[in-house]
Each structure stands twice: as structure tokens, then as C-alpha cells.
């Protein structure tokens, strides 16, 4: 199975620390998040990877290169100014990820969950599996709800949030325009209303590194069990 990272985004509530910087190079426990993800995929037995780029695209390309210091083939897909959104995103790297189903990663969270297992599962044909995780504070209403393994709208008090890790199958991505932004989230929900959005819910450690002082923070913890 190939991996994508998505790595697009301009990371506008972590200004100033993105202006210089992309988000997936910022650093957390003396390495950027990006090679946190890198160093898993690589140890769990992926071997190629497919990374989207915007802003400062250039830069991601030149700390990475063919991802051969991991083992790994990393192929890049660049995005015009402005970047074109998850969907728009995935959709504009299919030629480069293949017909079979893969795995997507945001690249600015931070998670340990076991990726061989977890990609192991597949998903359902066209549609998607994916990884769901306590609300974090910042985002107390969650995204969905599961009943068993089927994900379904949120309802009640159990709500969970979308990781930004879940297995993709390629034709989940058919009918979004070539080169156009466009969220993830209305093919989530077309996926829930036809039955092929699956899900499961990872209790361990997860951080959505959105602002810089969850950053600092995810850094301290790092460095903490580093030291210990």
C-alpha cells in the first residue's frame, strides 16, 4: 500500500513560525513532524510515499529529497498558490498513488497509532476507513459518531474527531473537477449516506499541531520521553 502525507497547507494560525517555514517542517522533539511520519511509515513497511506541496514547497523538497535516507521513495505533487484543499488535493495525486486503496495522513498531527494494523483493514469499495480519536478541547463537538464500525453523523454526547489518518479508496476521488479546491468533508458525508465510510477509535496519543502552542508543547512532552 502507498502513503500520502498531506503537507499543502499554509498553516495561517501558526504565523509567524509558517511564513519562513512549511508546518510539516517544523520541529517537535529535534525533528520535523513530517519525519515523525516518514520514520513510521518507513519502519512499518511502507516503501513509497507520495507528499502534496503549496507553500513553500521548495523547501519540504530540499529537507526530504527522495525520502532514500528512510528507505523510502517519496514522489512530490505539487499544488498551484493557494493549494487546492484535501479532496482537490488527493484527487490531483491519484496518477501518482494507483488504483489500489492507500493510506492519507495530515501532516501536521502528530499520532501513534500502529500503521500496518490500521492500514491492514482496508476500506470499504469506494469509499473510506478512518482512524477517529477523542475530542480534543479545542474541538469539543467532535466530527462523527460510530455505531460498531459504520461512521455516522454526529448525534448525542458520543462524538469522536477525524484524526487526519484514514485508507482511501482512489474512487472516493472519481468525480472531484481536475485542479479545483475541495474539502474533504462532502465526500465524507456522500460516503455515510451510500454506507462505505467505515471507522475505529484510537485511544492513544494523538496532537492536531494547529497553533504554536501545541507545538511547544508536543515538543516538551517529546524531549521529555527522549530524556527519560
Not at 492519507?104 to 500503521?115: E, K, T
Not at 473537477?177 to 460516503?191: C, E, G, I, T, V
Request: hydrophobic share 45%; with cysteine.
Amino acid at each position: 500500500m502507498k502513503a500520502m502525507i498531506l503537507a499543502a497547507g499554509r498553516g495561517e494560525r501558526m504565523r509567524p513560525l509558517t511564513d519562513h517555514t512549511p508546518k510539516p517542517l517544523l520541529e517537535a522533539g529535534g525533528k520535523p513532524l513530517i519525519v515523525w511520519h516518514l520514520e513510521k511509515l518507513a519502519a512499518a513497511g511502507f516503501s513509497e510515499v507520495v507528499i502534496n506541496h503549496a507553500h513553500l514547497g521548495e523547501k519540504i523538497e530540499a529537507v526530504l529529497g527522495d525520502g532514500s535516507k528512510w528507505g523510502l521513495s517519496i514522489a512530490y505533487s505539487p499544488e498551484p498558490p493557494g493549494a487546492l484543499e484535501t479532496a482537490g488535493g488527493i484527487a490531483r495525486a491519484l496518477p501518482r498513488l494507483g488504483d489500489a486503496p492507500f493510506l492519507v495522513i495530515n501532516g501536521d498531527v502528530y499520532c501513534d497509532v500502529d500503521f500496518p494494523t490500521f492500514a491492514a483493514r482496508g476500506c470499504p469499495p469506494g469509499g473510506a476507513r478512518l482512524l477517529l480519536v477523542d475530542n480534543p478541547a479545542h474541538h469539543g463537538g467532535g466530527d462523527f459518531s460510530l455505531a460498531d464500525e459504520r461512521i455516522v453523523p454526529a448525534s448525542g454526547e458520543q462524538t469522536l474527531t477525524y484524526a487526519g489518518i484514514g485508507v482511501f479508496s482512489p474512487a472516493m476521488f472519481d468525480h472531484v473537477p481536475a485542479n479545483q479546491p475541495m474539502k474533504l468533508r462532502p465526500l465524507l458525508d456522500a460516503a455515510i449516506a451510500a454506507g462505505t465510510l467505515t471507522g475505529e477509535h484510537h485511544a492513544g496519543r494523538w496532537v492536531d499541531v494547529g497553533t504554536p502552542q501545541r507545538l511547544a508543547e508536543l515538543d516538551a512532552e517529546l524531549r521529555a520521553a527522549q530524556a527519560g
